[in-house]
């Protein structure tokens, strides 16, 4: 494979020393010129690739968001259903939880101080609004395809969000506390039990022979 460009290469290598040194002294502690010194870059070249220490972080957690956002499109086309896509989403939260291990407290004190600056906020938060409208469209594609009932997708997609960020947090702070994952599975089945239309097994049922005999016999 031909190498990459030497400017994306010092932009990958700049991204990979500042998650190391994110994780080792804390969001807030890292400054520029410490990423600098362990990237063995200068100021300019580090200014050149990312107009500043918020943008850096922003691409990390891209970049993370990025990985998520595959895993969750190929169980999306694997699926037959709505209900089977967010059964098949649950059952890798596992892997969701490892890939965000130590991750989550670095996130939270990031954005505890974008909160401080509004542009910087409306950029942090970009990623929670696109999951949940990610969210919403599924379950309302699970309403006209006719597994689920007639809900409020907006309003359906703030619980799977909420029951999503609040197994991460609790993962975070209490890992050995629960197996989150199989928590994370009846969670959503406990939502499905709510939302999961039965018209279809009523209109099987209705149609299959052996049933209609049982009704006639009655």
Same mark, same amino acid.
């Given at each position: 494979?031909?190498?990459?460009?030497?400017?994306?290469?010092?932009? =990958?290598?700049?991204?990979?020393?500042?998650?190391?040194?994110?994780?080792?002294?804390?969001?807030?502690?890292?400054?520029?010129?410490?990423?600098?010194?362990?990237?063995?870059?200068?100021?300019?070249?580090?200014?050149?690739?990312?107009?500043?220490?918020?943008?850096?972080?922003?691409?990390?957690?891209?970049?993370?968001?990025?990985?998520?956002?595959?895993?969750?499109?190929?169980?999306?086309?694997?699926?037959?259903?709505?209900?089977?896509?967010? /059964?098949?989403?649950?059952?890798?939260?596992?892997?969701?939880?490892?890939?965000?291990?130590? /991750?989550?407290?670095?996130?939270?004190?990031?954005?505890?101080?974008?909160?401080?600056?509004?542009?910087?906020?409306?950029?942090?938060?970009?990623?929670? /609004?696109?999951? /949940?409208?990610?969210?919403?469209?599924?379950?309302?594609?699970?309403?006209?395809?006719?597994?689920?009932?007639?809900?409020?997708?907006?309003?359906?997609?703030?619980?799977?969000?909420?029951?999503?960020?609040?197994?991460?947090?609790?993962?975070?702070?209490?890992? =050995?506390?629960?197996?989150?994952?199989?928590?994370?599975?009846?969670?959503?089945?406990?939502?499905?039990?709510?939302?999961?239309?039965?018209?279809?097994?009523?209109?099987?049922?209705?149609?299959?022979?052996?049933?209609?005999?049982?009704?006639?016999?009655?």
């Amino acid at each position: 494979m031909p190498s990459q460009p030497r400017g994306i290469r010092t932009r =990958t290598h700049i991204l990979d020393v500042a998650l190391e040194c994110f994780s080792r002294s804390g969001y807030d502690a890292t400054g520029v010129a410490e990423i600098c010194l362990a990237a063995g870059v200068t100021k300019g070249a580090f200014y050149h690739h990312f107009p500043s220490k918020h943008a850096v972080f922003l691409e990390l957690l891209e970049r993370w968001l990025s990985d998520l956002d595959e895993q969750l499109a190929a169980v999306r086309g694997g699926s037959e259903t709505v209900p089977d896509s967010l /059964r098949r989403m649950a059952s890798i939260t596992p892997l969701i939880f490892e890939s965000a291990r130590g /991750r989550v407290p670095l996130f939270l004190e990031f954005w505890t101080q974008a909160s401080r600056d509004p542009q910087v906020w409306q950029a942090s938060i970009a990623p929670y /609004r696109r999951y /949940r409208q990610f969210f919403a469209a599924l379950l309302e594609a699970g309403v006209v395809e006719g597994s689920l009932r007639p809900l409020d997708p907006q309003l359906a997609a703030h619980w799977l969000v909420a029951l999503a960020v609040g197994l991460l947090l609790q993962g975070a702070l209490d890992p =050995t506390g629960a197996e989150w994952g199989r928590v994370a599975q009846d969670g959503v089945e406990s939502l499905l039990a709510i939302w999961a239309s039965h018209s279809r097994a009523e209109n099987s049922a209705t149609n299959d022979p052996s049933s209609q005999r049982r009704e006639a016999s009655s």
